[in-house]
């Protein structure tokens, strides 16, 4: 299996991608993209993905933005090992909930946590309103969603990290309002392919049940 290149920054988007790399033994190698100089909007960097946005991934058939859209590709590029096959049972499912997390669940957490760049006149009141969107997504996810498919996990995890660091004055958010979330988290952390990922970004040993500031070896994650 040929190896890609992950554009990443610490605790960003990218966190999904590299655990989806780890749990699929895809051979791989990191770029560091520097957002305290503003990396990301550099024109190598746009060549690689116009949005300015994180993360990016170099395959051998060109490179490949947007989270929901990488992890489809790796995906379909391991028939089997993070999604069920295109032919496969349980396939419209699988898609159904990634699909929700990269166009309902990811873009709330963006409103959360850059409500400035939304709604430059009334911040505050945009991320109030991102926190009660947010926990009725959660309420969904506790209600519906069973922790079947790789791919939707390593996108998972992290969006539950999240909201515990950069969603504004810490004490709001508490996964454990969320019994069958909290204990996914607790699960998966304990999995050898996060806690190699988690290890990469330096994101402690508990990084999804129990969150804190990451202290990766390299970069950081604003």
């Known amino acids: 299996m040929e190896s890609v290149c992950l554009h990443y920054a610490p ?51 060109g490179p490949i933005f947007e989270t929901g859209a990488i992890l489809l590709w790796l995906a379909d590029s391991a028939p089997g090992t993070l999604m069920p096959a295109p032919d496969a049972p349980g396939r ?7 699909f929700w997390m990269s166009n309902t669940l990811h873009p709330t957490l963006r409103t959360l946590f850059y409500p400035e760049q939304y709604l430059p006149a009334a911040p505050s009141s945009l991320r109030h309103a991102a926190k009660h969107r947010l ?6 996810l506790e209600a519906e969603w069973s922790p079947d498919h790789v791919a939707q996990m390593c996108y998972l995890a992290p969006m539950l990290r999240w909201p515990a660091l950069y969603g504004g004055p810490a004490g709001w ?20 392919a996060t806690k190699r990922a ?10 999804f ?5 990451p202290t990766p070896p390299e970069g950081s994650p604003t």
């Open 11 to 61: 605790d960003n988007a990218s966190l999904c991608v590299r655990l989806a790399l780890e749990f699929a033994n895809r051979p791989y190698r990191t770029a560091l993209v520097n957002r305290a100089a503003s990396v990301q909007r550099s024109a190598s960097y746009l060549q690689l993905n116009p949005a300015g946005l994180i993360p990016a991934l170099e395959t051998p058939s």
């Open 92 to 98: 419209g499912a699988a898609l159904s909930w990634l």
């Open 135 to 140: 926990a009725s997504h959660l309420d969904l």
């Open 173 to 192: 958010y508490d996964l454990g309002n969320w019994p069958r979330l909290h204990l996914f988290a607790q699960v998966f952390e304990q999995m050898p």
């Open 198 to 207: 988690a290890a990469a970004e330096g994101l402690g040993a508990t990084p």
């Open 209 to 213: 049940s129990a969150p804190h500031h």
